[in-house]
């Protein structure tokens, strides 16, 4: 049975990605993939926008900055907090997506005759990077009786193929296997699904869980209704109401992947990855492609998001967590604000030390008293200044495990981690801690 949740209202119809678009601003003007979108994104203030003529990609349609978290919360009817938990029970509570005829699924309704990826409005956003990158687009692995969702940045090579940035996680692990076996992995490339899918597909897991399942739980529990999918000719299951729906297989060719302009702004290295080859490019009538802008608030979005529940519950293990935001600053990855109730000194620290365990690739972590708004930078700051002492309410390690995307780790990965408790000690008295501002 669903948990009942606070701020949760009556839950909106079933959500495709383009029924996110309603109050989109329209680029009519004809735009180019190559830069011109991010260029127009620059020049309007960075708003969700939906460009309606591609002059790479006519009959297609590309739309970016609109999966940021409070529209998001907005279309749910959920508040920010709420959306956290949200997530966190669809991670314990999975379910099984309704299977739906091919003539009852969108995607499905119209395609390529043959495959040209060219003809999609795959972008070129930064000129740093090394050409025409899918950024937003969600890889369905089926492989040895295993199903996996996940994102990853895939290179435009030529017409049918692709490289991909594979990093040391599940799919990497199948793919080695399958390589080691002499196989491809049959995979289907999902472009604008529903956005619970593009949320499950961000969540990583220890174990191996099958992220279509947590997307049907979350589409249950913020629509009503559960997940529509299809089965596609190469055997692999997709969202129904998705823009596109690529069949392809992952080969065991390797070749040059990026430079890519990654989410904290740097430049990221060229390695040799995993080619992609595709068979069949399935798509709506007039479809939309998601041509998400590394690095902007669509990217944090995705990558923080689903840090939080992690963290939440880590903390949550140790004392009463509130709230978590994953900073701007640290680019929604790296540095997180925690809000808790303190109940016994020494509760902070245990705090900062159980947030680690949430997200083991975080940097740096701040905890808050519950009357700091954790997503105001300022305040934040403030309740360092007030609160806080460095010498007694800091926990420096050193010898961490560090993120792949924080370019100050050493070359083999290692890194150090800052924790700062900035809470007031439990049945102290408060009136000389607070602001009247």
């Known amino acids: 049975m669903s948990p009942t949740f606070k701020h949760v209202l009556t839950p909106p119809p079933n959500m495709a990605f383009r029924d996110m678009l309603s109050d989109v601003h329209n680029v009519q003007e004809?735009?180019?993939?190559?830069?011109?979108?991010?260029?127009?994104?620059?020049?309007?203030?960075?708003?969700?926008?939906?460009?309606?003529?591609?002059?790479?990609?006519?009959?297609?349609?590309?739309?970016?900055?609109?999966?940021?978290?409070?529209?998001?919360?907005?279309?749910?009817?959920?508040?920010?907090?709420?959306?956290?938990?949200?997530?966190?029970?669809?991670?314990?509570?999975?379910?099984?997506?309704?299977?739906?005829?091919?003539?009852?699924?969108?995607?499905?309704?119209?395609?390529?005759?043959?495959?040209?990826?060219?003809?999609?409005?795959?972008?070129?956003?930064?000129?740093?990077?090394?050409?025409?990158?899918?950024?937003?687009?969600?890889?369905?692995?089926?492989?040895?009786?295993?199903?996996?969702?996940?994102?990853?940045?895939?290179?435009?090579?030529?017409?049918?193929?692709?490289?991909?940035r594979l990093v040391p996680r599940h799919l990497r692990t199948i793919s080695t296997e399958a390589a080691g076996a002499g196989d491809g992995v049959p995979i289907a490339v999902v472009n604008g699904p529903d956005p619970t899918v593009l949320l499950a597909a961000a969540m990583s897991f220890s174990d191996y869980v099958d992220e279509l399942t947590v997307a049907s739980s979350l589409h249950m529990r913020l629509h009503g209704s559960p997940l529509k999918v299809v089965i596609l000719p190469n055997g692999v299951m997709v969202p129904a109401d998705a823009e596109y729906a690529m069949e392809?297989?992952?080969?065991?060719?390797?070749?040059?992947?990026?430079?890519?302009?990654?989410?904290?702004?740097?430049?990221?290295?060229?390695?040799?990855?995993?080619?992609?080859?595709?068979?069949?490019?399935?798509?709506?009538?007039?479809?939309?492609?998601?041509?998400?802008?590394?690095?902007?608030?669509?990217?944090?979005t995705l990558m923080g998001m689903p840090r939080a529940p992690t963290i939440k519950n880590s903390v949550s293990k140790v004392v009463e967590c509130v709230d978590v935001h994953m900073?701007?600053?640290?680019?929604?990855?790296?540095?997180?604000?925690?809000?808790?109730?303190?109940?016994?000194?020494?509760?902070?620290?245990?705090?900062?030390?159980?947030?680690?365990?949430?997200?083991?690739?975080?940097?740096?972590?701040?905890?808050?008293?519950?009357?700091?708004?954790?997503?105001?930078?300022?305040r934040v700051e403030w309740a360092l200044m007030t609160r806080w002492q460095p010498d007694k309410d800091t926990v420096i390690m050193s010898g961490q495990r560090g993120s792949s995307l924080d370019p100050s780790r050493t070359e083999d990965g290692v890194t150090s981690k800052i924790g700062m408790e900035a809470t007031l000690i439990p049945g102290a008295d408060r009136s000389p801690f607070e602001s009247v501002l």
């Not at 940021?68 to 997506?97: H, Q, T, Y």
């Not at 399935?282 to 802008?293: E, G, K, S, T």
């Not at 808790?340 to 000194?345: G, H, Y």
């Not at 509760?347 to 740096?364: C, L, N, V, W």
Request: aromatic share 4%.
């Open 30 to 164: 004809s735009t180019s993939v190559l830069h011109g979108m991010i260029e127009a994104s620059n020049k309007l203030g960075d708003i969700p926008l939906v460009f309606n003529n591609l002059a790479e990609a006519p009959g297609h349609r590309a739309a970016l900055n609109v999966l940021e978290k409070s529209r998001l919360c907005e279309m749910f009817n959920i508040s920010p907090g709420d959306l956290i938990d949200v997530l966190a029970w669809a991670m314990e509570n999975p379910s099984d997506p309704e299977v739906v005829d091919v003539s009852d699924a969108p995607v499905m309704q119209s395609g390529q005759e043959e495959v040209d990826l060219s003809k999609l409005p795959i972008p070129w956003h930064f000129h740093e990077d090394g050409g025409r990158y899918q950024s937003a687009s969600i890889i369905v692995a089926q492989y040895s009786g295993v199903r996996n969702l996940s994102i990853h940045r895939q290179l435009l090579r030529d017409r049918n193929h692709t490289v991909a």
């Open 248 to 300: 392809a297989r992952i080969t065991t060719e390797r070749d040059d992947e990026g430079p890519y302009v990654d989410i904290t702004g740097t430049v990221d290295d060229i390695r040799q990855e995993h080619v992609i080859e595709y068979d069949h490019v399935h798509h709506r009538v007039n479809p939309i492609f998601h041509a998400l802008i590394p690095t902007g608030i669509e990217h944090r």
């Open 327 to 378: 900073t701007d600053g640290g680019c929604g990855w790296l540095s997180s604000v925690v809000q808790i109730i303190p109940k016994n000194e020494g509760d902070g620290m245990q705090a900062i030390e159980a947030a680690f365990r949430g997200h083991p690739s975080m940097k740096q972590v701040v905890v808050v008293d519950e009357d700091i708004d954790i997503s105001d930078p300022k």
